[in-house]
């Protein structure tokens, strides 16, 4: 595979792989007939990232006629941040950036051509791997928002560095942003909010009243790229389902998913999992498929209320992946699936 990252585009391409370098220790690359995808998922998986760029992103895009299927590879997050660390710059001294997948070396390298005509080569060993993907339809969220650059980087600076969650709250006519604090810290932590009403918005669709919580850092990374690109973003919000984020434009595509903060007490928890397995018939063993696929709406009621690493004590999220079942339903017909792909 081959393809070739015009002058125009370094900074967009760049930005999608420090971002996706802030979440996940590792940067998952894989080369279609669509283009290219550059993924990204968090070690508690409660955090995915994913940029399409299409072929037409490219000045030129190749997959190699020997190759059928799809070429796919892991690399480390800090060995691709650091070849892209300089980006106020680089893109006023580099021409174009030509990305090649080279297999039989065990390779992904990066070739900048200056303008001057000096060329640096970085040569980064990957690992091949699964697909990295999620399933979901945006279009059965109830709450659709579309916030303009700068909105939300401006209100999350009203907030303290220390914050690890930050609460949405969506009425017909205005959006909350505020820390969450348990009740037990009431006392002793500062409670920060920021109100936004419907007319600051580039679209404001809600059906019905919603309350989330998710990480800060996910979003901040998320704000960050926003701000860079000076796009649009669109929030998607749905009942017991993880918040979706997407920025786009014509040359590519982004959407971030991050889990949400379970608010069952724990004797309603302990009754609606009870309901849920006095209905569920047993899992039957999982027989070999090309796609194993991970449904994240009802597993994560059975198997997945687990605690998230690297987070203050007694959060529980809604994580993005569990046990693996194999599922030939339509993508459509799930809010949200977690998938691998096996080759």
């Known amino acids: 595979m081959e393809c070739i990252v015009p002058n125009r585009n370094i900074k967009v391409f760049g930005k999608a792989v420090q971002c996706a370098g802030k979440i996940g220790e590792e940067i998952y690359f894989e080369g279609d007939a669509e283009g290219l995808s550059v993924r990204a998922v968090n070690l508690s998986r409660s955090g995915y990232f994913s940029f399409l760029f299409h072929t037409s992103f490219f000045s030129k895009f190749s997959l190699h006629s020997q190759t059928t299927g799809e070429l796919r590879c892991k690399i480390s997050s800090k060995c691709c941040q650091s070849i892209f660390k300089n980006l106020a710059s680089l893109d006023k001294i580099v021409e174009q950036v030509v990305i090649c997948l080279k297999f039989k070396e065990g390779d992904l390298v990066f070739t ?103 990480c800060m850092k996910e979003f901040k990374a998320i704000i960050a790229f926003q701000d860079a690109l000076n796009l649009p973003l669109h929030i998607y919000l749905g009942s017991d389902s993880p918040i979706v984020m997407s920025i786009e434009d014509g040359l590519f595509e982004s959407d971030f998913v991050l889990a949400t903060l379970i608010e069952q007490d724990k004797s309603h928890l302990s009754q609606y999992l009870d309901s849920l397995l006095s209905q569920t018939p047993p899992l039957s063993p999982t027989p070999h498929h090309s796609q194993t696929c991970i449904d994240d709406e009802l597993i994560a009621s059975l198997q997945n209320i687990t605690d998230v690493p690297h987070s203050p004590p007694h959060k529980r999220f809604r994580r993005l992946s569990s046990s693996s079942s194999v599922s030939e339903e339509d993508p459509g017909s799930h809010p949200l699936k977690y998938c691998e792909d096996s080759d």
């Open 112 to 214: 900048f051509h200056r303008h001057n005509g000096i060329r640096r080569q970085h040569n980064l060993t990957f690992q091949e791997c699964e697909g990295l993907s999620a399933i979901f339809s945006k279009e059965s969220y109830l709450v659709h928002v579309v916030a303009e650059n700068k909105l939300f980087g401006e209100c999350i600076q009203h907030f303290a560095p220390n914050v690890n969650e930050l609460t949405i709250s969506v009425t017909p006519d205005f959006l909350l942003l505020k820390n969450f604090v348990e009740e037990e810290h009431l006392s002793s932590e500062i409670n920060s909010q920021v109100k936004l009403i419907k007319g600051e918005f580039n679209e404001y669709d809600v059906l019905k009243d919603k309350n989330v919580t998710f």
